[in-house]
């Protein structure tokens, strides 16, 4: 069964740095890829970045590359996302999915389930 949870957010100040987890279950075969979206309040929800669970390739928005490095680590069944150079614009509710969707990318395969985390709260701000 596909199921995610997510950790690591917080509050962070302007410049500063976080790493969010989003720990994945069962085998790295039930998951073509898992992609970080967030929601910023009054916004719709967006993607930030995605890692391909078939090739390792990754994908970011053109406001989270260069800041943002996703990774994975299987031994762990985790999926992180490194993040620096925050700002307020970052504020919002981050989930991890088991999809690959943003404005510059879009990743899909048939035969996956669709399984979303709770989402952890980012806040920036002094």
């Known amino acids: 069964q596909v199921h995610l949870v997510e950790s690591g957010g917080g509050l962070v100040q302007p410049g500063g740095s976080l790493r969010l987890s989003c720990k994945f279950s069962?085998?790295?075969?039930?998951?073509?890829?898992i992609g970080w979206y967030r929601q910023a309040p009054g916004k719709e929800r967006e993607g930030v970045s995605c890692i391909s669970f078939e090739d390792g390739t990754t994908y970011y928005t053109y406001s989270a590359k260069g800041r943002f490095t996703i990774s994975r680590d299987d031994a762990e069944n985790t999926v992180y996302l490194q993040m620096n150079q925050l700002s307020s614009d970052d504020t919002a509710l981050y989930y991890c999915?088991?999809?690959?969707?943003?404005?510059?990318?879009?990743?899909?395969?048939?035969?996956?389930?669709?399984?979303w985390g709770q989402g952890t709260l980012v806040t920036v701000s002094t």
């Open positions: 999915a088991t999809k690959c969707t943003g404005e510059n990318y879009y990743r899909t395969k048939y035969g996956y389930t669709e399984a």
């Open positions: 069962g085998r790295t075969s039930d998951y073509y890829a």
